[in-house]
């Protein structure tokens, strides 16, 4: 695929179409055999819908250091089956107590706590096996190494831990930048760098890019929660303030919370800019916009 | 380390020697700048004891196919950190609910539900970490498909999940044996056969060895549940029955389950004395004895 659009939507249907039957793929390949149920609950977790960013982000991160999106279709297939675990255990009642997501029941209510634990712990370990299925290149255990990071407590683990250990607090905006750099930053960071990775490129001329992406992100998330409606985002909204959530929004209000957002756009932007000519860069800006709009 | 030793017991106490330094420092290396009551419950359940068998069998597997103990390290530490993923997991209320783990409180107990939780979850990805932090070889990325496929659905978690799924009911012994190669079997397995790879042999001929080792390790958990003192094995015991699990005791009766453990035992000695000469091949002996003579 190699089509000239520099829009998103566009971008994103092209790549799609090579994405989701490679998941399929993955996700099938890695299942056979495995306890019927426990399959069902695991396809429910990965293949009900979803934004696919990461994964996106992923292919786009190696289109951009000059590879074809094919090299990257395991990295971007590993980073959506750690999301997709993530979001099965934020779900359950000790964590968040969510019950619907991406506008159906959640896991652990339709498959029950125990089987959404394990399907969770199940997916983790599907997306290194993903990685290790590859030709076994320095690439790919790069790639691991760097997925291992960003999913653990340092990371996505470590940013989860803060969200949930501050409820009830009031934070300061650098406790706000901390919980969102672990919790969603550490993820979309590593699709980058994947796709750096796989597209042959220095993933460390990227990280600035990716910090500020990953914290646009959960900005615009938290900010969704306050002004959107059920309808629009798959899920309940208002249930930040109900649980305490330490968020943008509670530390900046919802005009300074904007504020931020758009300024972590620009950055994002900037970097595009000043990195040109760089292959996608009108694609991946467009998605930066796409996510700024979302909360505006 | 090269002793002459043909004892388990002896030869262990030397391996551990350069084993706990290693998983000691790669679980402080993963958890630097991670919040620190997520690091002191992922340090409770890591390093507060237990008996180290499959970094053992790790070690060993790597000397018997001609390598030096210290390459499989990265390997060792790996499978142990997944073991104590699933024990935290295991413990949490809506899967065994256990309270006691090794003579300790189970990591909910002390640090609360849902930090087991992350707990368990970050240590998942800390395996995969230390796999991939070691020189970028093939070995490697083989190592880290091997301990994923064993921690995955059709390994592991599958073989919990079947656990879970069949409480209360009469299972037949090939149930029996299904679920014990998942839970138990699979991980065994690729703790010796990570270690075969360290070492530079074909873990294929390793297979047979290690399934019956698993599954007369589960056996043995089975009948020490009925038989041992709480202070023998560092967790409350009868809970089998009361939970309404499936185990070999239950399928076989005590007397059927300790002829199975004891044919098992029996096998897998025969492996090692048809495979001669091995090295390690008599601590190997020892250590099939050992686990046996737990359960007698």
Redo the contacts between chains.
């Keep these: 695929m190699d089509t000239k659009t520099s829009n998103f939507a566009d971008w994103q249907q092209d790549a799609m179409g090579a994405f989701e039957p490679f998941l399929v793929d993955a996700c099938r390949n890695?299942?056979?055999?495995?306890?019927a149920?426990?399959?069902e609950a695991?396809e429910s977790g990965l293949l009900s819908g979803g934004k696919r960013v990461r994964p996106s982000l992923a292919l786009l991160g190696c289109e951009a250091a000059g590879g074809d999106l094919e090299a990257a279709l395991p990295a971007a297939a590993a980073v959506e089956m750690i999301h997709a675990?993530s979001l099965i255990?934020d779900d359950?009642p000790?964590?968040d107590d969510d019950d619907i997501r991406r506008g159906h029941p959640a896991v652990h209510i339709e498959f029950g706590?125990?089987?959404a634990?394990?399907a969770?712990?199940?997916l983790?370990?599907?997306a290194?096996?993903v990685?290790?299925?590859q030709a076994?290149?320095?690439t790919?255990?790069?790639q691991?190494?760097c997925?291992?990071?960003a999913?653990?407590?340092?990371?996505m683990?470590?940013g989860?831990?803060?969200d949930?250990?501050s409820r009830g607090s009031q934070a300061s905006y650098r406790e706000v930048e901390k919980i969102h750099l672990g919790k969603t930053g550490a993820l979309i960071e590593a699709s980058i760098q994947m796709g750096v990775l796989a597209g042959g490129g220095n993933p460390d001329s990227w990280v600035q890019f990716s910090r500020s992406l990953g914290l646009l992100f959960q900005a615009t998330d938290d900010i969704l929660d306050v002004t959107a409606q059920e309808s629009e985002i798959g899920k309940p909204t208002g249930r930040d303030k109900e649980e305490g959530k330490v968020t943008l929004v509670a530390s900046e209000g919802l005009d300074g919370a904007i504020e931020k957002a758009t300024s972590l756009a620009e950055a994002s932007t900037r970097f595009l800019e000043d990195a040109q000519p760089l292959r996608r860069s009108a694609v991946l800006e467009d998605l930066v916009n796409y996510i700024l709009q979302r909360c505006r």
């Design positions: 890695g299942l056979r055999g495995a306890p149920r426990l399959r695991i675990y255990h359950i000790c964590m706590e125990w089987t634990v394990l969770g712990d199940a983790q370990a599907m290194f096996r990685l290790a299925n076994c290149t320095a790919g255990c790069r691991a190494g997925l291992a990071e999913a653990g407590p340092r990371g683990v470590g989860q831990f803060l949930m250990n």
